[in-house]
Structures are given as structure tokens and as C-alpha cells.
């Protein structure tokens, strides 16, 4: 609807803080703006002028007995919003769920009520449960913006948040969301804090230890920063954003799932602080451990591995720092009841061959039909991963995991599992031996006879990115070199797959400067002492 067929409707007094509340017509405006509500204005429009709105303040928006806050963008185009309008970016519009053109209420919003504990957290005070509280229940209702969400973030980051801030920060993420109760006493999941590209272990846990009868509901987030999330990659496969009915039916019927967990809103408030941590490159302890505690405890996990990897390259890079995060995790996790198994494992290079959704999925049916073919550090770091995990079993014998995942794995019944679950959710045509991979490829070559001695993990992944995964899910970094081989001058080390010249070139110009690969001697590959 355009402005000038929208009707005139008289202000009116806003019985709750008496401030004027004008009418309307919504429109949606096209614009992604990542977890962030915003709202459009034109400067000559009759509302912006005699409310006194101002560019970035907030506005409440009402329809339909819902309520959204929503931050305001003055406009001067009249094909974006015209001056009887109001116009909503996706998000936004989205989360109002009335249709275009409907007629909503408009007035200026009260400031957050938390604003007080987040000035004392600014200023570097300890907070207490209750202020914790309050700042996630306003984030979560998208009272925040851009600029009061970095402030925080900031601030956690700045003055570290002790062990029991960070308890009642993971605690107040689970307390503002959905909580789902599988009505079972024990429900397993397995996470990773992140950082190494490849790594797709949980889509041979989840089928592994739901064929031995647990019950193993995963649910993932889709790629951030990195070439693919494990729901990017199962998404070559089946579909992945199901509703929650349905995925409970999945669940029920196969002891587990592989799926997108945005549709199920666990921890509402960790997706909004996501959305400014992930630019600023702030990944704090306490943020961390509050952020993977609260998805697991809202989705019903009773009892989780975590995968905390160490290397050069990789999130953690020393020992001291990984048993430092441990303990953290450790002290939360049981001020939530949550039983914990924390594996503190190697993380110098990539985990598998393929780095992207349609290789990781090849490398991942590989493992599960048992392809010669198939990467066996990813088979073997599952294996382990899947063994502890049966582990929580009381009927399982410490120590006798990892041979009854074998076992699993080995007979076939991990590869029939996950067909099934595969199906139940919608499966999609895939064929490991010939995947649609990015036609579009160049290679990268050994510069010096040697031993592969180093391989950064970060420098890969912005290389897989820049071809274009997780977007393009044929896109991304095939290895053919790990660390410890022996390799000859000349010799390929990776092959870099992309759908579109442009990414093409992004990628080649990022290995023109490194490739990510060090060629060296034995003596020169670091050596970790980890579990495996």
C-alpha cells in the first residue's frame, strides 16, 4: 500500500507512560538486519516531526494486541517508506506478523529497565543474578541496540566475568527462552567450541549413538564465521528447519536428529548477542561457556561431551588455557545440573578432507559406509567422541565405548540410522562418489620439497569462505595434504572449488599472499599433548 492511499488517523494518549501513540500503515522493507529490529521513518512524515523522534532511538510498534521495539532509521526516499508510513525491516516485520499495509500504533518506547545494571557493568561492578537476569530478558525482547548490545558484550569482555556471573548469565539465557523436556532421563549431545575447519564429528555421533538407543536430539546453528555449521552441512542432505512438532516426532521415532535449532528459540538472547560478537571477533570465556551451557540446558541435554580442541591455530592454543576453560565450564555446568565430559583434543590442523557443506557431507557418507576412501582422523575422533558419549550409558562398562561404536559403525547400523533420519527428514538426492561440487577450481602446490609442518586453521577456512561456502554449498578447500606428509615440490596440496568467478578470485588472491600450509621437516610439526 503507498503512503498516499493510507488513511489519516488521529494521535491518541498511551495509558501506560502517556505518551502519544500514531497510527500507521506497516510496510516491509526488504532489508536484512541481522537480529537487530529497525524501523523506518521518512523525514517528512507528520509522526516523525511532532513526536520529536531522532534517528537510532526506539520506538514501540503495536498491531494486533503484539508489541515489538524496534530501532529508528530516518529515510528521504519516498520509494522506500512514504510519509503515512512505517516501514519494518525483515526481522522486525517478522516478529510483528501482521500483513503489509495493516494499520499499527507508533509511539516512543521507555528506556530498558536493565540500563541501570548495564551502566554498573560499563563501569566494571560485579553484577548479581537478578541484574543478570534483567539485561538478558531485555536483549531477549530486543530492547537493546546495536550500541547497547556492543557496550556489553565490551564490558563482559573487558572486566572478565567471574565464575558465578557467568552462571547467572547462562542461567538467565535459559530462563528467557523455550526449554524442551524430551521426558526421558537421559538425553545426550556433543559440542565443540569451534575454530577448526572440517570437524563434522557430530553427524557420526548423532546416527552412532542413537543405533545403540540413546536419545541424541541435535540441534545446530547454521555457519557464522566459519565454511559451514554442521546444519549447513546436513542440509546437502535432508532438510533441516523443521517445526518443532515434527521434530519431535523425528526424535521419538529415531532416538535423534540433525537439525537447525533457530525454529525451536532456545536461548533467544545468546542469537542477538551472537550478532554482535561474531563482527567485533569477541569470543570471551565467560560469553562462551554461558553461550554453549544455555543452548544445551534449553534444548534438554542431561548429559554432554565437549570437544575443546588446542593447536596454533586453533581457539585455545596452549594446555593451561584449555584446563583453565575446563574449569569454567565444569563449575557452570554443575551449578545447572548438567553432567559433563570434557575432552581436551588435537586441533593443529583440519579435521577430515573436505572444508565446506558438499565436502564435508562427501567426507561424512564416506565414514559411514566404510569408504577406503573415507578421512580416518575424522572416523577415529568420532569414534572416540561417540565412545564417551555411550559411556553415559549405566549399562555400559567405563572404557568399553569406543569398542561398541566401532561395532556400530563398522556393521552398518550407524549407515542405516542415519538414512533413516536422513528420510524422516526430508531427504535430498546426494551421491558421494560424484557430489555437485563448485566447478570452478585451481590448486595450490607444494613451493619446496618437505614435510607438511604447519597448517592454519583460520587462514583455510577464510580461503573455503571466500570461495563462497557456506552460501555456495558446493564451494570450498578439498586437503590432499595433512600434517606430518611428506611432499614434493610442485606437488598439490589443496584444491579450492567455487560456483562463481569472483569468488574464484577472491580465493586465489587470499592463497597468492599464504596458502595456509608450512613446508618444514619432522622435527618442525608442533606437537600437543592431548587425549586424542
Not at 143 to 159: G, H, M, P, Q, W
Not at 467 to 479: M, T
Amino acid at each position: 500500500m503507498q503512503a498516499q492511499n493510507a488513511p489519516e488517523v488521529p494521535a491518541a494518549q498511551n495509558g501506560n507512560h502517556g505518551a502519544l501513540i500514531s497510527q500507521l500503515a506497516l510496510r516491509r522493507v526488504a532489508i536484512d538486519t541481522w537480529r537487530e529490529n529497525v524501523a523506518y521513518l521518512h523525514r517528512d512524515c507528520a509522526v516523525y516531526r511532532a513526536e520529536g523522534f531522532q534517528a537510532l532511538s526506539k520506538i514501540e510498534v503495536r498491531a494486533n494486541g503484539r508489541r515489538i521495539l524496534a530501532t529508528l532509521n530516518v529515510v528521504d526516499d519516498l520509494s522506500i517508506v512514504g510519509c503515512r508510513e512505517l516501514g519494518l525491516s525483515e526481522d522486525a516485520f517478522a516478529q510483528l506478523g501482521v500483513e503489509n499495509g495493516h494499520m499499527v500504533a507508533v509511539a516512543q518506547a521507555e528506556p530498558p529497565e536493565s540500563m541501570g545494571a548495564l551502566f554498573r557493568k560499563i563501569s566494571g561492578e560485579r553484577l548479581e543474578r537478578g541484574d543478570f537476569l534483567a539485561i538478558v530478558r531485555d536483549i531477549a525482547d530486543h530492547r537493546y541496540s546495536k550500541i547497547e548490545l556492543t557496550a556489553f558484550v565490551v564490558a563482559c569482555n573487558r572486566d572478565e566475568l567471574d565464575r558465578e556471573e557467568v552462571f547467572f548469565l547462562s542461567d538467565a539465557m535459559v530462563a528467557t527462552g523455550h526449554r524442551l523436556d524430551w521426558h526421558e532421563p537421559l538425553v545426550v549431545d556433543k559440542h565443540c567450541i569451534g575454530g577448526i575447519p572440517g570437524n563434522r564429528t557430530s553427524m557420526l555421533i548423532v546416527p552412532i549413538v542413537a543405533a545403540h538407543g540413546m536419545l541424541c536430539p541435535k540441534t545446530s546453528s547454521r555457519a557464522i564465521t566459519s565454511p559451514a555449521g554442521t546444519a549447513d552441512t546436513m542440509e546437502v542432505l535432508a532438510t533441516v528447519e523443521l517445526p518443532l512438532e515434527q521434530l519431535r516426532d523425528i526424535v521419538r521415532d529415531q532416538r535423534g536428529c540433525l537439525a537447525w535449532g533457530g525454529t525451536a528459540h532456545l536461548s533467544p538472547a545468546d542469537d542477538v548477542l551472537i550478532s554482535v560478537e561474531r563482527p567485533l571477533s569477541i569470543d570471551s570465556p565467560g560469553q562462551m561457556v554461558a553461550s554453549i551451557l544455555s543452548k544445551k540446558i534449553a534444548a534438554g541435554s542431561t548429559h554432554l561431551v565437549l570437544d575443546i580442541p588446542i593447536g596454533p591455530t586453533a581457539k585455545v592454543r596452549s594446555m593451561p588455557e584449555a584446563q583453565r576453560l575446563r574449569r569454567l565450564f565444569e563449575y557452570v555446568a554443575q551449578r545447572m545440573r548438567l553432567s559433563l565430559d570434557v575432552v581436551i583434543t588435537d586441533g593443529r590442523q583440519p579435521i577430515g578432507n573436505g572444508i565446506g557443506p558438499v565436502l564435508e557431507a562427501r567426507d561424512v557418507m564416506r565414514v559411514l559406509e566404510n569408504d577406503p576412501r573415507a578421512p580416518n582422523d575424522l572416523r577415529q575422533k568420532a569414534l572416540r567422541l561417540a565412545g564417551r558419549l555411550i559411556e553415559c550409558d549405566p549399562d555400559v562398562r567405563g572404557g568399553d565405548g569406543y569398542a561398541i561404536a566401532r561395532d556400530i559403525l563398522d556393521s552398518g547400523r550407524a549407515l542405516a540410522r542415519m538414512q533413516a533420519i536422513i528420510t524422516a527428514q526430508g531427504g535430498k538426492d546426494f551421491d558421494h562418489n560424484n557430489p555437485q561440487l563448485g566447478a570452478l577450481t585451481f590448486e595450490v602446490s607444494a613451493p619446496d620439497s618437505g614435510v607438511v609442518a604447519g597448517i592454519n586453521n583460520l587462514q583455510i577456512a577464510r580461503i573455503a569462505r571466500l570461495a563462497g561456502a557456506p552460501k555456495v554449498q558446493g564451494a570450498g578447500v578439498d586437503l590432499l595434504c595433512k600434517l606430518g606428509d611428506t611432499v614434493i615440490a610442485g606437488q598439490t596440496l589443496y584444491r579450492v572449488h567455487a560456483g562463481f568467478p569472483t569468488d574464484l578470485e577472491f580465493a586465489r588472491q587470499a592463497c597468492s599472499k599464504t596458502s595456509g600450509y608450512y613446508i618444514g621437516t619432522a622435527d618442525d610439526v608442533p606437537r600437543v599433548f592431548v587425549e586424542f
